[in-house]
């Protein structure tokens, strides 16, 4: 896989995160980046993708809502916006690449950004998130 290739299916990737995480569809980052399996704790659940998905879900919406509360306001996460990510780190030798996105609500900067850990194995992207508060 080319690097081209690698940064146009990251990003591809990355979009169907975001949006799902936007739409509060959390089972579906399954399909796309799914949150890093200690995410399952936040349910006291067996370490599984789907677990960890309903664990961020779960964490997300709890934090927005204190959010809300302190200063009054609604807060969600906005869709994809391509300005808000980063390069695209370069794959190492390891076929690896760490990247990372700054989500927003209702345009203005969160207090988190999401981190992304990609691994190429067999011409197949294998990558999971996390949050950075």
């Given at each position: ?13 990355i ?17 796309s ?18 677990n960890?998905?309903?664990g ?8 927005l ?12 996460v ?23 996105y700054?989500?927003t ?29």
């Amino acid at each position: 896989m080319t690097q081209q290739e690698f940064n146009a299916k990251a990003t591809e990737l990355i979009k169907a995160m975001v949006n799902a995480i936007a739409d509060k569809d959390f089972s579906r980052l399954a399909t796309s980046i799914p949150p890093k399996l200690s995410w399952a704790h936040q349910i006291d659940a067996e370490e599984t993708v789907e677990n960890a998905c309903i664990g961020f879900g779960k964490w997300l919406e709890e934090q927005l809502a204190l959010w809300e509360e302190d200063y009054e306001k609604k807060f969600v996460v906005d869709p994809f916006d391509s300005g808000r990510l980063d390069n695209i780190d370069e794959l190492d030798e390891e076929g690896q690449s760490f990247n990372t996105y700054n989500p927003t609500s209702f345009g203005e900067q969160l207090d988190f950004w999401f981190e992304i850990e990609f691994q190429v194995e067999n011409k197949q992207i294998i990558a999971v998130f996390d949050i950075n508060i």
